[in-house]
């Protein structure tokens, strides 16, 4: 059984960085999945930001793509986020979740960590 | 880009009713690509339904997807206590992979 588990800092200060870690347990990163991050502010849906194959190819939702890296790490079986020049409107939980091929669906999700951008 | 509409924003019922949520899309989709999710309170999406009528895996058979084109339908043919949550579709497409819809609530009434 796959299982996803979001780790960072919970507060980032206002124009700075917000990095984050999705670590794969049960499975293999490099397992024909993709794997994308999906935010959800405060009360508010969910939001798509990007995803990566293990193969380093990356798509971004086009909004925050000038803001956003996505990076895979084979030899720890994680994959990162990093967001940059942040504001108080990146202030979200952070999702990771197992992309099924095919019929490209979230299977599997982590259970989210939260991130507030505040000084 | 492809919108996703869904309604009603909340769908206030009783246990033991059925449920009908739309999601609509702005322009034709092919169904094989259109999931349906369920959010409770401080937990993370748990995806119900893939290709528009697939249920995933330890969904129960009371949930039920339909739909072509632009219109999709989740139906909860009765409802459980533990069915009054946020339910979001999802479709993916080529220009951006993924678009979730904003959710329809359905609380106990």
């Known amino acids: 059984q796959v299982q996803l588990q979001e780790s960072g800092p919970g507060l980032v200060k206002p124009s700075g960085a917000l990095s984050l870690t999705c670590a794969v347990f049960?499975?293999?990163?490099?397992?024909?999945?993709?794997w994308s991050w999906v935010r959800q502010p405060p009360g508010k849906g969910l939001e798509w930001i990007g995803e990566i194959y293990h193969t380093g190819t990356t798509n971004y939702n086009p909004s925050l793509k000038s803001r956003v890296a996505i990076s895979v790490d084979k030899s720890k079986n994680q994959v990162s986020l990093k967001v940059k020049s942040v504001t108080a409107a990146d202030t979200a939980v952070y999702y990771c979740a197992r992309v099924q091929m095919v019929y490209y669906y979230m299977d599997v999700w982590g259970k989210g960590t939260t991130v507030t951008v505040s000084s | 880009e492809i919108v996703l509409t869904q309604s009603p924003g909340t769908l206030s019922l009783s246990p033991g009713e059925r449920a009908t949520l739309s999601c609509r899309a702005s322009q034709s989709v092919s169904s094989n690509f259109l999931a349906w999710y369920q959010q409770k309170p401080g937990q993370a999406p748990r995806l119900l339904m893939f290709?528009?009528?697939r249920r995933a895996t330890g969904i129960p058979d009371r949930f039920s997807g339909s739909g072509s084109g632009t219109d999709f339908t989740l139906t909860i043919s009765r409802l459980e206590p533990e069915d009054f949550a946020v339910y979001y579709c999802?479709?993916?497409?080529?220009?951006?992979?993924?678009?979730f819809g904003p959710g329809t609530k359905v609380d106990i009434k």
């Open positions: 049960g499975g293999s990163i490099s397992s024909s999945n993709w």
């Open positions: 999802q479709l993916y497409s080529l220009s951006l992979p993924f678009t």
């Open positions: 290709g528009a009528s």
